[in-house]
T-cell receptor, first 114, second 115 residues
Framework: KAGVTQTPRYLIKTRGQQVTLSCSPI?????VSWYQQTPGQGLQFLFE???????NKGNFPGRFSGRQFSNSRSEMNVSTLELGDSALYLC?????????????FGSGTQLSVL | AQTVTQSQPEMSVQEAETVTLSCTYD???????LFWYKQPPSRQMILVIR??????QNATENRFSVNFQKAAKSFSLKISDSQLGDTAMYFC????????????FGDGTTLTVKP
């Protein structure tokens, strides 16, 4: 079974630009969640989608948005990039039920904002 | 709001020795999961072990075991017979039944296994 796939692995953008990150979950997983990882703030929850609906949202500004498609693939968009958005963005999928609450992570997208 | 605290930013252990990583959490929920995840230098985060709060028996996975003290809200990870491949950052995480899909993570403990 293929794991969680995130693309691209690395991105370099400049302030003010926007960026879209992609995540393909493990087959059969309907929950996809996104996390921002930085050295100073650790792992911060961004949002979670289940069956194309956003179920949970973290404390991030509206510049951070996401969506999920009918095949469970998810995208995350950050508009008007700021220097502080430089981080490793991790996507995780799960069965999101009693039978499987643990997260399966992708390798992440390293975003650098210059 | 749930919080997870890992009080040891860095730890080291000699190969073949045993090490324990600490984690405490705070919640008013009764039904939840606790996890330990490992993130090696490759950055690929993987699950080490999980515990459901209603289970009194501590979870074990080969060389990894936990000491779950529900009343004290403590969830420590013990690694026995440490190996060089155990060198990684370890994150303690928490998820409620009612909020499946949203995990709260501690700040992590960087573990170095020395030969």
């Amino acid at each position: 079974k293929a794991g969680v796939t995130q693309t691209p692995r690395y991105l370099i953008k400049t302030r003010g630009q926007q960026v879209t990150l992609s995540c393909s979950p493990i087959s059969g997983h309907r929950s996809v969640s996104w996390y921002q990882q930085t050295p100073g703030q650790g792992l911060q929850f961004l949002f979670e989608y289940f069956s194309e609906t956003q179920r949970n949202k973290g404390n991030f500004p509206g510049r951070f948005s996401g969506r999920q498609f009918s095949n469970s693939r998810s995208e995350m968009n950050v508009s008007t990039l700021e220097l502080g958005d430089s981080a490793l963005y991790l996507c995780a999928s799960s069965l999101a039920g009693r039978q499987g609450a643990e997260l399966f992570f992708g390798s992440g997208t390293q975003l650098s904002v210059l | 709001a749930q919080t997870v605290t890992q009080s040891q930013p860095e730890m080291s252990v000699q190969e073949a020795e045993t090490v324990t990583l600490s984690c405490t959490y705070d919640t008013s929920e009764s039904n939840y999961y606790l996890f330990w995840y490992k993130q090696p230098p490759s950055r690929q985060m993987i699950l080490v072990i999980r515990q459901e709060a209603y289970k009194q028996q501590n979870a074990t996975e080969n060389r990894f075991s936990v000491n779950f003290q529900k009343a004290a809200k403590s969830f420590s990870l013990k690694i026995s017979d440490s190996q060089l491949g155990d060198t990684a950052m370890y994150f303690c995480a928490f998820m409620t039944y009612t909020n499946a899909g949203k995990s709260t993570f501690g700040d992590g403990t960087t573990l170095t296994v020395k030969p």
